[in-house]
Structures are given as C-alpha cells and as structure tokens.
C-alpha cells in the first residue's frame, strides 16, 4: 500500500477519486505503456456520464494520471457516456481508440434514432465512434510521449 493513502494499493492503477471500471485499450507508444479505464470522477457507483480515464508508465509500476482521453461530449453520439472499447496503433502510426458512444433516448439531440428493424428500444442508444489524437507531431514523439486531449 502507498505510503500516503492506506486505501490504495501500491502497484495498481487508480485514480484519486471516483468510482472506477474495466481497463480498455492498453498499448505502448514511444516508450510508455498507455492504460484507458473507464472512470466517473465525481462518482462512486454507475451512472451514465462515463469517461475514459488515461494513465502512463514507463515501468508498469510507476504510473502518471493524465487528463481524460475521451469525454462525452454534448448534442453528440455520445453525450451520456463514453463506454468499453479498446485502442490500437494504426497502420500509419496513429493511436486510435475505438469505443462505443451513448446518447439517452429522453434527449431532444439524441437523434437519428436507429432504424425500426434495429431499435432495441432501450432507454440509451449505443453507436461504435473512434477518437484521435488531437496532435501527434508534437505530443507523441519520443522525446514527449504524453497524449494530447483526444478528439472523434
């Protein structure tokens, strides 16, 4: 256990606070293992509004929390929550996450709705989006391996 926090283990990943869920998506990127999990900071049980949390290490020991990686984002596919999913390099270097997206069916910009013949009628809607990197040039380099915000 950590020295300043009884609570929380030593070599594990979490976050400071909030409730916490699967990993999705880890990889290495120019030197540095990248872990994605999905996280409610302000929580301490599920509700929709998820996001990805986003953490770094060089050692799989020491582990940096960055800012969020993918975050709902308002009148969008998925503005009640970002779920599971995963991440990978593509073939032109690019790291990718691909994930799926909520939006609540009660939302007035929670449209189009899906087909008839494919509406599960479910209180939410799912759809499979992808997020990268805002800027690769400058924040995925070896010499700076952090990841830049993430964008769809």
């Known amino acids: 256990m950590s020295d300043n926090n009884y609570d929380k283990p030593l070599y594990h990943v979490a976050p ?3 409730w916490v869920n699967d ?6 990127y120019c030197g540095k293992y990248h872990l994605f999990y999905q996280h409610l900071p302000e929580g301490c049980e599920w509700a929709f509004g998820l996001v990805w949390g986003h953490s770094v290490s060089s050692d799989l020991i020491h582990w940096e929390h960055l800012p969020h990686a993918v975050v709902p984002t308002e009148k969008s596919l998925d503005a009640a929550g970002c779920f599971s999913g995963c991440a990978t390099i593509d073939t032109d270097g690019t790291p990718i996450i691909l994930y799926t997206g909520v939006r609540l069916r009660t939302d007035p910009d929670a449209q189009p709705l899906p087909p008839k013949e494919c509406d599960l009628n479910l209180p939410f809607i799912e759809s499979q989006l992808f997020a990268i990197p805002t800027n ?8 700076h391996p952090d990841d830049a915000l993430l964008i769809h």
Do not use: C, K
């Open 23 to 28: 990993p999705n998506g880890p990889f290495m």
């Open 136 to 143: 690769t040039v400058s924040s995925f380099t070896p010499d």
């Open 16 to 18: 400071q606070q909030g």
